[in-house]
């Protein structure tokens, strides 16, 4: 359970540091802000993990394992989660605004775990599968008082784009986790794997076909781009743990865990009060907001632990597995 935790704190911490970035220039008001951003993003994490692969010696174990069929599908994986669900995710904000896409969004771990029952036959309690319900609503409640509706925007296009991500982001985690089950294939080579095949699939195709190429190499040498780098750093490790979970609990509980990055990004960001140049970027939880934030992370926690009776809950404990 600890790896999906922290994949949703650092998660919840490289959302922040994004959005840092996002209000510097020339991100600031660029209609080309999304796809660069996230392009930038995955290419700095496709280098991290390079880096991070190559210090310990297991370039090779990923060259080994891009050739088995696990590795292919591992890669099948990263398109649907990266460009795919992130385009996706991308053009639901441009036209029906940041609050409507969470609303829907949040919803793919109801996908995915759907999936990862019927296709790799985990299993989840009744009640662990009502606390990850508790979680999602708790994610919709914060999206919908995000509010965040786009004048001018195609509110088809953004519905299509928001399960479009939907369904990229739950049914990536259901191929990560049967291809992990490959020797071959652990969740560090994995995970160099997705990175890697996003960043050049955003190189390659995304940024030449949404024509913001252009606008991406003019920012590379900016001081927004090194805070890019930085939340690519944090995603990194998200990601690590998050693979980590996957593998070690499936992709059922470790999307449950995961999900609770929207109460740590709102933890984060009341953090940025407390400090000068950045407080204007962050704010203060009202009390709904603090009720939704328990709501995740009491719903992802029960809902990622088979026996509630570890976590103390012992009037429960009793109750049968469905």
Wanted: glycine share 12%.
């Amino acid at each position: 359970m600890l790896y999906g935790l922290i994949s949703g704190i650092t998660w919840g911490l490289d959302t922040v540091i994004l959005g840092i970035a996002c209000a510097m220039v020339p991100f600031l008001g660029a209609a080309e802000t999304n796809f660069a951003t996230a392009a930038l993003h995955d290419v700095a994490a496709a280098l991290i993990l390079l880096v991070y692969m190559g210090v310990r010696g297991r370039l090779g174990d990923t060259i080994a394992a891009l050739k088995t069929r696990s590795g292919k599908v591992v890669m099948l994986g990263a398109l649907l989660g990266g460009p795919i669900g992130m385009s996706g995710y991308l053009a639901a904000i441009s036209n029906i605004g940041a609050g409507n896409t969470a609303v829907i969004s949040a919803f793919y771990p109801a996908v995915g775990t759907l999936g990862a029952v019927l296709v790799l036959h985990e299993k989840m309690s009744v009640r662990q599968i009502i606390a990850l319900g508790v979680a999602i609503m708790g994610v919709v409640a914060m999206g919908a008082m995000a509010g965040g509706s786009v004048e001018g925007g195609n509110v088809f296009v953004g519905i299509m784009g928001a399960l479009l991500c939907v369904f990229g982001w739950g049914i990536e985690a259901v191929i990560l986790a049967w291809g992990m089950k490959d020797d071959a294939v652990d969740n560090e080579t994995a995970l160099q794997l997705r990175e890697t095949t996003s960043a050049l699939a955003y190189v390659l195709v995304v940024l030449p076909l949404s024509g913001t190429m252009g606008f991406t190499v003019n920012a590379l040498f900016t001081p927004a781009t090194g805070v890019v780098m930085l939340a690519g750093l944090a995603g990194v490790i998200s990601y690590l743990y998050y693979y980590k979970a996957i593998d070690a609990i499936g992709a059922a509980r470790g999307m449950a865990l995961n999900i609770s990055y929207s109460a740590w990004a709102v933890v984060f960001s009341a953090l940025l009060v407390a400090i000068p140049s950045l407080s204007s970027l962050g704010a203060i939880p009202g009390p709904m907001e603090i009720v939704c934030c328990i709501a995740i992370m009491v719903g992802t926690v029960l809902s990622a632990t088979p026996d509630w009776s570890e976590l103390g809950i012992k009037s429960l404990s009793a109750h049968s597995q469905a």
